[in-house]
């Protein structure tokens, strides 16, 4: 069951949805219009399961962008089973509430009517809200917990008349495996332009404004039998550009949806370039381990494209060393002819496989004795050679190596990184954040550990 949370801005949706969904998902603010986009997840009241989707405030207005919140909204209501209709109890009502109300009613839908904030003085007496033609109103409080046990006896009733659609409240086993796919990038280089292509509707706002995607937001879907969950951010730029506490929220969310992600798409502007924003977001995602496509975008607007090209891989091979081999598209979202959608979904599934790839325990240790005997060890400062005898793979994503050696510690990095890129080249592992380990094994009761952490590398 899909429930839709609407109303005009600032009314408490967003602060309603991340208590339901026990998670701080939609960014919370008192700036009216903070929530711009549609953005879903499961959440629960008691035993009653169902996908919220939190909407962009509506407001009556001309503005471009305004509209485009309304046709948000719009779209939730069409696609839910049950709306929430949500109003300010500390204010009166407005045409905007009169406006939305109409359009709700022609749906026919189940509808509860919150009146939030009503742990104090209510400002809306009852004959306004009987106006609204929405049933008889609960009155809630977010903050104090209050009315969430009259909205789980109200929506429980109407649940039980959409008994065909119960299946889809418990998650399929196979979203567990889903790719996670972040979408980050700095401001205005159409990471939102790249995500409608990929979903093929409009259901992120998109606009010339820059910071218009402000909030994380995540999109399910299927692409030849890869389950995919698209996580759409608000751009990354530097702190010292950050205007306000709202845009600071929001490098906040796209550094924690790259924390969520399996695999984070940077997106860059052609006719930019790599810049010092670019491969900060780039190691972020290094040192969180996680696999990356490049995703060049606007390459429509570059006449010399073999220029750019040659550009970016020496810029990828000087400032990312350690992640050689990184899967890299040129692109246009909004203009290109070619399949975009295959071209950057299946690099995705590429870098998804490659770092979850198990290497076994035989051809890894035969890879050792290759890789040692191409590039003789160093002498140890005690002056003997120092021997890797033995090495395991102890886990995926990011792919995590254990090297077993008699003197680890005096092993230089430059070995280390001969070792990773070696590793890389010969498993296929390409673009990928590897952590390598090393096991002090000359004695067997001691179990000391020495982590190799060149640029690129995490300690484990």
């Known amino acids: 069951m899909q429930v839709a949370i609407v109303g005009k801005p600032n009314v408490g949706k967003s602060s309603l949805f991340n208590k339901l969904c ?50 948000q909204s719009a779209a939730a209501i069409a696609e839910a089973d049950m709306i929430w209709f949500t109003v300010d109890g ?39 809200l009987t106006r609204l033609g929405l049933g008889e109103p609960i009155y809630l409080s977010v903050h104090a917990s209050l009315g969430f046990e009259e909205i789980y006896q109200r929506a429980s009733r109407f649940a039980k008349t959409i008994a065909s659609k119960e299946e889809a409240l418990e998650p399929a086993e196979e979203d567990s495996k889903a790719i996670k796919m972040a979408i980050i ?37 299927q692409w030849q039998q890869h389950n995919f969950e698209l996580i759409d951010t608000a751009g990354v730029r530097k702190r010292g550009k950050i205007d306000n506490r709202l845009e600071d929220m929001s490098v906040g969310e796209s550094i924690n949806a790259i924390r969520r992600a399996h695999i984070v798409v940077l997106v860059i502007e052609a006719t930019e370039g790599l810049l010092s924003q670019d491969m900060a977001i780039a190691n972020i995602a290094i040192n969180e ?25 020496y810029q990828l091979s000087h400032h990312l060393r350690e992640v050689t081999g ?40 035969r890879w050792l004795a290759e890789a040692t005997a191409a590039h003789i060890l160093p002498l140890a400062e005690n002056g003997r050679r120092i021997r890797l005898k033995y090495a395991v793979q102890n886990s995926t ?24 890129n070696s590793l890389r080249e010969h498993f296929g592992m390409q673009g990928l954040p590897l952590r390598l380990n090393y096991r002090k094994n000359a004695n067997p009761y001691n179990k000391t550990t020495v982590s190799r952490s060149p640029r690129g590398f995490n300690k484990s």
């Open 22 to 71: 026990g998670k701080k998902l939609a960014i919370v603010d008192d700036t009216p219009g903070v929530t711009r986009d549609r953005k879903r997840y499961e959440a629960r009241i008691g035993d009653l399961k169902f996908t919220l989707i939190d909407t962009a405030g509506w407001e009556h207005d001309d503005a471009l962008l305004k509209g485009k919140m309304n046709a």
């Open 90 to 128: 500390r204010g009166g009502l407005t045409p905007d509430d009169f406006d939305l109300a109409r359009l709700v009613r022609k749906t026919s839908k189940p509808v509860l009517l919150l009146v939030n904030k009503s742990e104090g003085k209510i400002g809306i007496d009852v004959g306004e």
């Open 185 to 221: 990038g700095r401001p205005n280089v159409g990471k939102s332009s790249l995500l409608n292509k990929l979903l093929g509707d409009e259901r992120v706002i998109t606009s010339e404004l820059s910071g218009t995607t402000r909030d994380t937001t995540t999109h399910p879907f």
């Open 289 to 313: 381990g996680k696999a990356f496509v490049l995703v060049v975008n606007k390459c429509d607007l570059i006449r010399k494209k073999r220029e750019l090209k040659d550009e970016t891989e």
């Open 326 to 365: 990184v899967p890299t598209l040129y692109i246009s979202a909004l203009r290109d002819k070619r399949d975009v959608v295959s071209e950057v979904l299946e690099a995705a599934a590429g870098a998804h496989k490659r770092w979850a790839k198990k290497v076994g325990t035989g051809v890894l240790n």
């Open 397 to 420: 994503k990011p792919p995590t190596f254990t090297i077993f050696a008699n003197i680890p510690e005096d092993l230089p990095d430059s070995y280390t990184k001969y070792l990773a």
